[in-house]
T-cell receptor, first 119, second 111 residues
Framework: GAVVSQHPSWVICKSGTSVKIECRSL??????MFWYRQFPKQSLMLMAT?????????EQGVEKDKFLINHASLTLSTLTVTSAHPEDSSFYIC???????????????FGPGTRLLVL | RKEVEQDPGPFNVPEGATVAFNCTYS??????FFWYRQDCRKEPKLLMS???SGNEDGRFTAQLNRASQYISLLIRDSKLSDSATYLC????????????FGAGTRLAVHP
């Protein structure tokens, strides 16, 4: 199956710092990447959808100035949590969807997730 | 009301048991449905897609009832390795597939 990586796998930071999380599709090109957040014992919540070369589409209630998304290429999207606070501590997961018309266009492939702990 | 609702469980069953999970969805525009499996502290992994005609993959059977907006997953002959959280997921297509996840149903299979 397709491989999606995330880096880092976990991060601990002080309140007020910014954290960048990378999501890469390793063996396919992804038109669209999705960023999710999951709090303990809750469902994955879609935060935003990013398309290569264009601005991300944020879900209602997600602050675009706090969660900066850059989808600079067909294999890389980054999520930056700016001025992180303890309430931002969560499990952040990305997924990638293949190019339209390609064999992977209908499926989202998930990265292994990044655990963020803000002290 | 949540768009995708599931019984959180946990379902505690012995090995070899048959267990069924149910899921309801509120948005009739949902186009596709899936069951994902999520192990503790891991990302979700696609278990199977769900079709109106019902589909089976080994010990797993999924069913979709669009009229009732209801989805089910049946696991036969439960294994210890089936212990996980099962996520019911609906997909909305608008140029890309937006997935809406249920909160998950926890399954614990014991010896």
């Amino acid at each position: 199956g397709a491989v999606v990586s995330q880096h880092p796998s976990w991060v601990i930071c002080k309140s007020g710092t910014s954290v960048k999380i990378e999501c890469r599709s390793l063996d396919f090109q992804a038109t669209t990447m999705f960023w999710y957040r999951q709090f303990p014992k809750q469902s994955l919540m879609l935060m935003a959808t990013s398309n290569e070369g264009s601005k991300a589409t944020y879900e209602q209630g997600v602050e675009k100035d706090k969660f900066l998304i850059n989808h600079a290429s067909l294999t890389l999207s980054t999520l930056t949590v700016t001025s992180a606070h303890p309430e931002d501590s969560s499990f952040y997961i990305c997924s990638a969807q293949g190019l339209a018309g390609g064999p992977r266009q209908e499926t989202q492939y998930f990265g292994p997730g990044t655990r963020l702990l803000v002290l | 009301r949540k768009e995708v609702e599931q019984d959180p469980g946990p379902f505690n069953v012995p090995e070899g048991a048959t267990v069924a999970f149910n899921c309801t969805y509120s948005n009739s525009a949902s186009q596709s449905f899936f069951w994902y499996r999520q192990d503790c502290r891991k990302e979700p992994k696609l278990l199977m897609s769900v079709y109106s005609s019902g589909n089976e993959d080994g010990r797993f059977t999924a069913q979709l009832n669009r009229a009732s907006q209801y989805i089910s997953l049946l696991i036969r002959d439960s294994k210890l390795s089936d212990s996980a959280t099962y996520l019911c997921v609906g997909s909305f297509s608008g140029g890309y597939n937006k997935l809406i996840f249920g909160a998950g149903t926890r399954l614990a299979v014991h010896p």
